[in-house]
């Protein structure tokens, strides 16, 4: 649990809620409802067991905050994921409603869940026949399988799940591990092979393909793989 203010707000929930959800209960002093809520939310959050994390605003300490959230009456929660309000309430509900709602938020971990934090092939590959479009069970066995160049296997996994930016790294990896070795990340032999792609990329689909999974292998953070971006974007356009 953490006292947020006007100033802290950001950190402590906007940014945080990209990593966990974060409950943020509104209230004041003077409020009693808010005295009664306060308890069982700390209770079921700690419940939780790290699934949640609760914030706590006084109102009349951060008249920001207040303004912000349109509050008319408290105590005002809302539950904040990736930045964004999606779900909330406003009085003292008793405990099994407030469980509800952080059950919502942050449901409990399924079986396949557990099955996908152990890591090992047998637990993923248990969890997939429990959910096959399990995202961390898909992405972690694709990996494993890329380790051992099983791309046709890693790619048909990729496929159940939708896109992100890490289904986008795996799947770039098995793809251009399928086309011959797979040049050691953040290498010299990638480069070599991107300036040898550069003229082709507005002409051949096959070659722009190739281009952008060699740029996924190099790796966001690299600048060279800005560098190239930009090197293909001109040619493109």
């Not at 949640?52 to 509050?71: H, Y």
């Not at 040049?183 to 689909?205: F, S, Y």
Request: aromatic share 4%; charged share 30%.
């Amino acid at each position: 649990m953490a006292d947020v203010t006007d100033a802290t707000f950001d950190r402590d929930v906007i940014e945080r809620s990209k990593q966990v959800p974060v409950i943020v209960d509104l209230w004041a002093e003077w409020c009693g409802p808010c005295k009664t809520l306060g308890p069982i939310l700390e209770k079921v959050v700690a419940e939780a067991g790290g699934r949640v994390e609760l914030a706590k605003v006084d109102i009349e300490a951060n008249r920001g905050l207040a303004a912000s959230f349109r509050v008319q009456s408290i105590p005002a929660v809302f539950a904040i994921r990736d930045g964004q309000v999606v779900d909330q309430f406003v009085g003292a509900l008793p405990e099994a409603q407030v469980r509800r709602f952080v059950e919502r938020v942050a449901p409990p971990p399924t079986e396949a869940d557990l099955l996908a934090a152990k890591g090992d092939e047998a637990s993923l590959r248990e969890a997939l026949e429990l959910q096959a479009d399990h995202p961390g069970a898909v992405v972690r066995l694709a990996q494993l399988l890329v380790e051992r160049d099983d791309a046709e296997e890693a790619l048909a996994l990729l496929a159940r799940v939708p896109e992100t930016a890490e289904v986008r790294r795996v799947a770039a990896r098995a793809r251009v591990g399928a086309g011959g070795a797979t040049p050691p990340e953040g290498g010299e032999e990638i480069v070599e092979e991107l300036e040898a792609l550069l003229p082709l990329v507005k002409g051949d689909v096959d070659a722009r393909r190739r281009y952008l999974d060699l740029l996924e292998v190099l790796g966001a953070d690299d600048p060279r793989s800005t560098q190239y971006r930009k090197l293909m974007t001109a040619r493109l356009f």
